[in-house]
């Protein structure tokens, strides 16, 4: 099973991209990384919230990326 990574999945393109990519690749898994900043909101992704080739992890500052 290949495994893609989305950057600010819940930002309005993400959140679009992520329910199309995940009902036409069944055989992938997706990691979504968000910041959630203005931009983003776990609202955007609620209708695949608890899919199961779906993992969300969110960040709470661009720093946590660095180190």
Do not use: R, W
Not at 27 to 47: E, H, I, M, P, R
Request: negative net charge; contains cysteine.
């Amino acid at each position: 099973m290949q495994t893609i990574l989305i950057t600010g999945g819940a930002g309005f393109i993400g959140s679009n991209f992520i329910p199309y990519f995940l009902e036409n690749n069944s055989d992938c898994k997706v990691v979504n990384l968000d910041l959630l900043t203005y931009a983003g909101s776990l609202d955007n992704l609620s209708d695949v919230e608890n899919h199961p080739n779906l993992i969300m992890q969110f960040l709470e500052s661009i720093f946590m990326i660095i180190l």
